[in-house]
């Protein structure tokens, strides 16, 4: 196992020696109380979510104070490979919905990206400008040694988060201002106008002023990351529209403003494919602008992340990265992919049948750390019902073995504890391609879990990374 | 500015606006109801009912008019949609959709305002408690206006303003017109003790007692409130300063001068009328009929003001 904090039992690392001494400092009073004002600051702000549970209305996610700090060397190496891996995925999504080359190549069978749902037919033979067709992705990682990290999942839609990354930093500089005078924290509080810049990089061809027009796309208030969606479009200054406030006219896509109509160049969409265009997509959709894909097709408008970009992170392509990076890169992967059986091959499938109670399985389609099978921690019972699942159903499943996440400081009871955590860093490709300066750390709170989710009672971390 | 935005600012004001209204009322009827009761008359929850166009509702729910069941049917009744209750859930639920267009202050004391009455309407309250929730309220929408004086002068500031005074000037004519035909049906207590103490009451529940006294000298009469309440241009409730402010805000607007224009020109005449009208020639035409008047054309305006701003 490895642990964030320390190297060995009694030694710390050097990076952290600071936050050491802060938490020696700290009585459990003042850990009381603080915890209570960034909780009461995070009701106040309205930085909520959803769950499935009928309970809560809204709830807000545990955040944890100790942050969770790289050095600049360690996260030159992140940067480099998100960066690299950013590329070869939209580099992918150009290549399937154009040429084909890498199926000619027979490096991924065509059945796996044609037959996929996310594969979108309508974009074939569309390039969207710069070839980008995933401007914002989010890559998971995990690290499981001091220079090891995996890539548990990508995120080419619409990947959420970042407003937890910008506002846990927020509270902690607003809480804790000496930690900041004594550690070398580069700032993360640029990134919603790099996001914008993205954006206006990214205008569609028949856009004819120098200073695009962006808004964002949310699908309304019972979104479960709609406070993302307002903060974002504030800290960028840009309209946060739902689909009733946009209509098509003539080649352009225009919102319903209070002097009438404005021409709209670039739609930052955080709502899925299905109901971006019911003429499209879903015609049972009651969202949707009917036309819209009608003017991106010829160039009307830009929509980020381009429709069926979410090829690109399914689960069974996940697999392929790598080969892609080496494919249309010629690199090497710098990250490396967790192992992955993909139980719709048989071979695959009788290893993970025989293995059960050692793997991770997921589903294809699944997310937000439900419907999964740990194996190690499961009873047999559960164990015996994956198997009835995966045999019935293989197609849907993939298992990977269960990574030793590692262990981050954490206070639980105002006692210093390790908990298992992720990374989630943010990639923007547009004019330029760059990583967001840190990510969202989320950190599961239970003793001896793997699952970081929020859903499931994962909290989050400040996340640092120290200047050179 | 977007439509949909001008539209929830516009509401939100309404809402917070109603709200207040709302817990005033339930302070008129507490007050009334400590006096004693002329030849054994009492009727002020049912006027309190009214004023709120709540009667309908209330007895769909309840068959007996009661203090403790009014309140709560005012206060925080789901099923009442302009209870303080549901004001605020939805000013709040419309402060989340915009709440990049007003201050991070604005969000918070509406937010705040939200998570304390979720947490009133948890508790059992007593019938005494009311002044307490009156006062609570009234705070709340005072410094919910208060964050607004920060606000860029734009036209989400006048939207929110157009809201306020559209919802005040109704909310001042129904107050008005309750007085007169609800909480005196007998002609007979017309000027007596009961009516004045009502209008003192009303005053009172309006924070304008001290500033009536102010702006007139000798006797409480009823003559003297109605032109405080409908002609007095310094005094924030009145229906004169009311329409001023829509005026104002109106004529503010930076979008759409042709909307403005064709809006303004339905609102001109009652404004011109209002600043040179006398109280002895309203109460002559008839003070309910002036008032119902009134409360039609504040209603053509907020109809001329959603189908041309926000649809």
Avoid at chain 1, 457 to 463: E, I, L, R, Y
């Amino acid at each position: 196992m490895f642990n964030e904090m320390y190297q060995s039992e009694s030694i710390i690392r050097n990076h952290y020696n600071n936050i050491n001494e802060w938490l020696e400092k700290m009585t459990a009073k003042v850990i009381n109380e603080k915890n209570a004002e960034a909780e009461t600051h995070f009701r106040n702000i309205g930085i909520t979510f959803s769950t499935n549970s009928e309970t809560a209305r809204e709830r807000i996610i545990p955040f944890d104070l100790i942050p969770r700090i790289f050095t600049f060397s360690e996260w030159s190496k992140l940067e480099k490979g998100v960066i690299q891996r950013a590329k070869a995925l939209n580099a992918f999504l150009a290549d399937i919905y154009n040429q084909g080359e890498i199926i000619k190549a027979n490096i991924i069978p065509k059945e796996l990206i044609f037959k996929k749902k996310s594969f979108e037919v309508s974009m074939f033979g569309f390039t969207p400008p710069r070839s980008i067709y995933s401007p914002i992705i989010g890559i998971d990682l995990v690290r499981t040694n001091h220079n090891e990290y995996f890539v548990l999942e990508d995120n080419c839609r619409t990947p959420s988060g970042v407003s937890y990354m910008l506002e846990n930093r927020e509270i902690m500089m607003r809480m804790f201002p000496d930690l900041f005078h004594t550690n070398r924290v580069t700032p993360i509080d640029d990134y919603p106008t790099r996001l914008l810049q993205t954006l206006m990089s990214l205008a569609p061809i028949k856009c004819s002023t120098s200073e695009p027009v962006c808004v964002l796309l949310t699908p309304g208030p019972l979104n479960s990351a709609y406070y993302e969606h307002s903060f974002l479009s504030d800290q960028m200054g840009i309209e946060m529209v739902e689909s009733t406030d946009l209509f098509v006219e003539g080649e352009f896509l225009y919102m319903k403003t209070v002097d009438g109509p404005k021409k709209v160049d670039v739609v930052y969409r955080r709502i899925d494919d299905d109901f971006l265009d019911p003429l499209c997509f879903n015609p049972n959709s009651v969202i949707g602008i009917p036309g819209i894909m009608d003017v991106y097709r010829t160039g009307g408008v830009n929509i980020c992340s381009a429709p069926g970009a979410g090829i690109a992170d399914d689960k069974a392509i996940y697999i392929y990265v790598p080969e892609m990076i080496k494919f249309y890169l010629g690199e090497q992967p710098i990250l490396e992919n967790v192992q992955t059986w993909s139980c719709d091959m048989d071979d695959d499938l009788n290893y993970v049948l025989d293995n059960l109670s050692d793997l991770v399985v997921k589903e294809v389609d699944g997310s937000g750390g439900y419907g999964m099978l740990i194996g190690p921690k499961s009873s047999k019972s559960s164990i015996e019902e994956f198997r009835r699942k995966l045999s019935s159903n293989p197609k849907g499943y993939i298992a990977q073995p269960l990574l030793d996440l590692s262990f981050s400081p954490t206070l639980i009871k105002n006692q210093v504890e390790g908990r298992r955590v992720d990374l989630r860093p943010f990639c923007l490709m547009g004019e330029n391609a760059q990583l967001s300066s840190g990510g969202l750390t989320r950190v599961a709170m239970n003793e001896g879990s793997f699952v970081v989710n929020s859903s499931q009672g994962g909290g989050v971390k400040d996340t640092w990374v120290l200047a050179e | 500015m977007l439509s949909r935005t001008a539209e929830y600012l516009y509401w939100i004001s309404r809402y917070m606006e109603r709200a207040e209204t709302n817990a005033r009322l339930l302070d008129v009827g507490y007050r009334m109801s400590l006096f004693p009761n002329p030849n054994g008359y009492n009727n002020e929850w049912e006027s309190v009912l009214a004023a709120a166009g709540a009667i309908q509702g209330y007895k769909n729910k309840y068959t007996i008019i009661e203090q403790k069941n009014v309140e709560d049917y005012l206060f925080f009744d789901e099923d009442n949609p302009s209870s303080v209750y549901n004001c605020i859930l939805n000013a709040r639920s419309n402060a989340l959709v915009v709440r990049t267009s007003f201050t991070p202050e604005s969000w918070l004391a509406i937010n705040k305002t939200y998570q304390e009455i979720l947490k009133l309407k948890n508790n059992n309250f007593n019938a005494s408690d009311l002044p307490n929730l009156t006062e609570w309220t009234i705070e709340q929408v005072n410094l919910f206006r208060g964050s607004l004086s920060s606000l860029l002068r734009n036209d989400g500031y006048n939207f929110l303003y157009l809201g306020l005074f559209v919802e005040r000037a109704d909310n001042s004519a129904r107050l008005l017109d309750v007085k007169y035909f609800v909480l005196l049906p007998k002609p007979q207590y017309v000027g007596g003790n009961i009516d004045n103490m009502q209008w003192s009451i009303l005053l009172r529940s309006l924070s304008s007692f001290r500033a009536f006294r102010w702006a007139y000298d000798g006797d409480v009469t009823s003559t003297k409130i109605a032109d405080f309440l409908v002609l007095n241009s310094n005094c924030p409730r009145s229906l004169s300063f009311c329409i001023q402010n829509i005026v104002k805000h109106l004529t503010n607007l930076t979008c759409s001068p042709e909307k403005v224009a064709k809006i303004y020109n339905t609102l001109k005449d009652l404004n011109i009328k209002i600043q040179e009208e006398k109280i002895e020639s309203i109460v002559d035409f008839g003070l309910h009929e002036f008032v119902t008047q009134f409360i039609n054309k504040i209603s053509s305006v907020d109809t001329d003001i959603q189908r041309e701003f926000f649809n």
